[in-house]
């Protein structure tokens, strides 16, 4: 595939255009949070909980769990947890941000983890495709909106992001291509250095149903998106490997 070079000079006005090209490849849409609904809380060793459902007006829905320690101040950093496998897999991440005096909260967006207990997640994705809407725009969409409300919640100007996987890293990515003034950071862990890696491992559409988004790889790569995210930093911890390709007779 043959990208049109970045833009040069002239800073954000630069990216300007690819940005708006970007809207309409994963047909962006801004989403409005109807509500955050309080489904529990708990402090348990010097941890306190809450648990929510994130209904947005769209009529799809995510979840998440704030977390802090009991102790640490109301006013204190931010930090977003994604992961592939779902916010119950992430206990090192959120561990380790309530460690370091953060305020934690862990999403499971659509289609991920306990967000998603209908049929399956490609199935539906398929009809989101046919009535012209593309699922890494939608979850991209709960993405922003959920920060925002996190950040206005918690009183912060900008939110660090840490994800695992490599459908949390273009849902990431793209949402802060979209929203460069809305992350101070991106740390991802087990990514992929480029969108290439799709075809290249390969990643079927059952596995990674948000990640067909086809005009993405025409016009973008993970590079790419990273220059528009700025001033945000992103930075891959781990690259996951490239499955080793069976030959015949194995």
């Known amino acids: ?26 047909r962006y849409k801004p989403l409005r ?32 769990v704030w977390l802090k320690g009991i102790v640490t101040p109301e006013q204190t950093p931010v930090t977003i947890v994604l992961d592939d496998r779902g916010r119950k897999a992430a206990a ?27 049929e399956a997640p490609a199935s539906y994705a398929q009809l989101i495709d046919s009535v ?17 409300w996190l950040r206005a919640r918690a009183g912060v100007s900008k939110v660090r992001l840490e994800c695992r996987g490599i459908r949390s890293q273009v849902v990431a990515s793209v949402a802060a291509a979209l929203e460069p003034n809305l992350f101070s950071s991106i740390i991802v862990h087990e990514g992929m ?44 911890e781990k690259y996951v490997p490239i499955p080793k390709q069976k030959t015949r007779g194995e």
């Open 132 to 148: 012209g809407e593309r699922t890494l725009g939608v979850e991209t969409g709960q993405l922003i909106e959920i920060t925002k």
């Open 92 to 118: 090192a991440e959120i561990s380790d941000a309530i460690n370091r005096d953060e305020q934690v909260l862990a999403v499971d967006l659509l289609f991920t983890g306990d967000a998603w207990k209908g």
């Open 193 to 236: 250095p480029t969108l290439a890696f799709l075809l290249e491992a390969p990643v079927t559409f059952q596995e990674a149903p948000e990640l067909f988004c086809l005009d993405l790889y025409r016009y973008f790569d993970l590079d790419r998106l990273a220059a528009m995210a700025a001033p945000t930093s992103v930075k891959v």
């Open 33 to 64: 949070l109807r509500r955050a609904w309080t489904l529990g809380n708990t402090k348990h060793e010097g941890v306190e909980t809450r648990s929510y459902l994130f209904e947005m007006k769209d009529g799809l829905s995510a979840e998440g």
């Open 1 to 26: 595939i043959s990208r049109p070079a970045p833009p040069t000079g002239g800073g954000e006005s630069a990216w300007g255009v690819e940005r708006g090209k970007l809207l309409g490849v994963v």
